[in-house]
């Protein structure tokens, strides 16, 4: 028994040690595929800020292949990863920039990161083409892992654009105003002053089977418009554009997001009987007395606009029908964009000459220096 039993345990200790043996021999990398950029669908672009949110074009690549052992049979080498790296054109990469890093075949570029990093990186300037030269690099295994550089590069020409002002009024044009591109009657109002959130409102009165397009301030005179492309999303357009249609007159929000290119159109549901004969800002410029009064428009009578210059700095509020019973102020700092409130304190306004709107049913204003 005591033989067979001693035995037993050479056995096993023989074979762990032929199982340790197995496990500490490594396959060994002895070759690899590197990687090919496939080329893209276009050698030169200019990129367009109305498309910021697009993709502008997908970059591509073949899958390194990894050889182990001196096999012929490609194999996994554990976590890889690649990297696109772009830089000047026949620089040798001297000063790449990361464009993307992803364990996929492929990256999708939209067009404002793309030109926000030409510009800030290779100090592009709109206008004058930028030639560029892509790699990917492959990082493979684990701990202090390897790198591979693609087998090619890919060039493409790239001119960038000038973002237009964030914070620029937009005007409503259409059959209420002629298709005048000129006339600034009819504004929207940005929901405040990041120009990060570049969301404008329009509440008020839109007839039957009325068309109507956007027009912001850097296209006046032209009939370049913000036009409906479908049911949600909006283009930046010339003539060809299609116009917004309103089937069923009554009063609606129209709410626009520059940055998703995309509109909303839905009733307003709050109370629009009550309307004034006379409405003006009323402040220290006044002594908050004897308010000047603005123009109401023709086409809806809680739009009111008007052009006033204060020679000091002034609070200004909102008065109607020389009334406090009837007025409306926006807090200190909301200022050239607020939404005033009854009662409320007032906007703090430098001196200097003003183009001011104010919507008596939102309480919503602008502040516009001339």
């Known amino acids: 028994m005591k033989r067979s039993f001693i035995y037993t345990v050479v056995i096993f200790l023989i074979a762990g040690a032929i199982s340790c043996s197995k496990r500490d021999t490594s396959p060994q990398l002895t070759s690899a595929k590197s990687s090919l950029l496939n080329t893209l669908p276009f050698s030169s672009v200019t990129l367009k800020e109305e498309n910021g949110n697009d993709s502008l074009f997908t970059i591509s690549w073949s899958k390194t292949e990894f050889y182990l052992d001196g096999s012929e049979q490609a194999a996994a080498a554990g976590p890889v990863n690649y990297t696109v790296e772009v830089a000047l054109a026949n620089t040798n990469f001297e000063q790449p920039v990361v464009l993307a890093s992803t364990a996929e075949l492929s990256t999708t570029i939209e067009t404002a990161t793309f030109n926000n990093l030409l510009k800030s990186k290779f100090q592009a300037q709109s206008g004058s083409p930028l030639s560029l030269e892509f790699r990917v690099i492959t990082r493979y295994g684990l701990n202090s892992a390897k790198t591979i550089l693609s087998g090619n ?218």
């Open 153 to 370: 590069t890919i060039f493409l020409d790239a001119t960038v654009f000038e973002a237009s002002d964030a914070m620029q009024p937009v005007y409503l044009v259409g059959d209420m105003n002629g298709w005048n591109n000129t006339n600034t009657d009819y504004i929207l109002f940005r929901d405040g002053n990041d120009e990060n959130n570049r969301v404008y409102t329009y509440t008020g009165w839109l007839g039957a089977g009325i068309y109507f397009k956007f027009l912001p301030e850097e296209s006046l005179g032209t009939f370049k418009m913000y036009c409906r492309s479908n049911e949600t999303q909006m283009e930046y357009a010339t003539l060809e554009g299609g116009a917004f249609y309103n089937e069923n007159a009554g009063f609606y929000t129209i709410t626009l997001n520059l940055n998703e290119m995309t509109y909303t159109i839905v009733p307003y549901t709050g109370a629009t009987g009550k309307t004034y004969s006379k409405i003006g800002p009323i402040g220290e410029f006044t002594g908050w007395d004897n308010e000047p009064a603005m123009t109401k428009t023709s086409y809806d009578a809680h739009q009111w606009h008007g052009t006033f210059t204060f020679t000091s700095s002034t609070t200004c509020k909102f008065r109607g029908d020389n009334n406090w019973t009837n007025n409306w102020g926006g807090g200190a700092g909301d200022f050239p964009w607020g939404l005033a409130v009854f009662d409320g304190p007032g906007a703090s306004v430098p001196a200097g000459t003003y183009h001011i709107y104010f919507n008596d049913l939102t309480g919503r204003y602008a502040i516009l220096e001339q």
